[in-house]
């Protein structure tokens, strides 16, 4: 396991190889700046689920404790917000455009003045929110629930499915992936919902890649599976642990994050634990 934490690890998110943020529990960030990793004060025991910025010194962290919490490059500081239900995804077009996510169908939207409470028109719980451009915002979450933004308005879209959706993550309007409970996975072009075939029952807790040609999916009990060419095949981790996230600057250096501290590397070959 780590030596920098015991905490669970929740998010990963980065710049660059010399450039990696981990948020987690008990107000838990760790950097990693391409030598060595380092705690940073959170100012606070907030639980970081997801980040999302546009450079080391503006990344936002949204925190299951009801915070959207944001790095200057020098400390976290909780923004100011109304009061929020427990957060759970975060995802921007540009500094002055990024969509929040939370429980009971709560979706906010920063102008790079003031977060503001968007019409869902859900009670849902959204799990998380991407999108490539304006006009190709997503959020998805439990009950099957896809959303897309009209204009500010977010719409449910029609897709037939009881599965408990974590994570999307797309590289285009057409090349989407959502991943969920109970083995779901779901590759969207913009039009049709594949659901696509896994070898597994566990739950997908986020689905991410490098680029198209490989998309990596996490979850329960150390599963990794990546795709390969219209299937899902499972990978080594070497380890036991739920992993909660993955991220990395490209296809030869990724990261995976989990239960207790646990953090993975992967140098184009096998995941390794960091110690």
Not at 201 to 225: M, R, S, Y
Request: charged residues 25%; negative net charge.
């Amino acid at each position: 396991m780590s030596q920098l934490t015991t905490s669970n690890l929740l998010s990963v998110y980065g710049f660059g190889a010399d450039n990696v943020f981990i948020g987690g529990a008990e107000g838990t960030c760790l950097h990693w700046n391409g030598k060595e990793w380092n705690k940073i004060d959170t100012g606070g025991r907030w639980t970081l689920k997801r980040m999302w910025g546009t450079a080391p010194d503006n990344l936002y962290a949204v925190c299951t404790d009801g915070k959207i919490i944001r790095y200057n490059g020098k400390e976290w500081k909780a923004e100011d917000t109304d009061s929020l239900p427990p957060m759970s995804g975060i995802w921007g077009l540009s500094e002055n455009e990024i969509y929040a996510c939370c429980r009971i169908g709560k979706i906010l939207k920063y102008d790079g003045h003031n977060w503001k409470f968007m019409s869902s028109g859900t009670q849902t719980d959204i799990a998380a929110v991407w999108g490539s451009d304006r006009d190709n915002m997503y959020a998805v979450g439990f009950d099957g629930l896809v959303l897309k933004l009209h204009g500010d308005e977010w719409k449910r879209m029609t897709f037939n499915s009881n599965a408990e959706l974590y994570s999307i993550y797309g590289f285009g309007p057409r090349d989407m992936y959502f991943a969920g409970s109970f083995g779901t996975l779901i590759h969207f072009n913009g039009n049709d919902f594949n659901v696509m075939p896994t070898p597994v029952e566990d739950f997908f807790l986020d689905v991410w890649g490098p680029n198209e040609d490989l998309v990596f999916a996490v979850g329960d009990v150390g599963l990794i599976l990546y795709r390969d060419g219209d299937q899902w095949t499972r990978i080594e981790s070497n380890t036991e642990e739920y992993l909660t996230a993955i991220w990395g600057p490209d296809e030869n250096d990724m990261y995976a994050v989990g239960d207790n501290g646990l953090v993975l590397h992967w140098d184009g070959e096998d995941w390794k634990e960091v110690e």
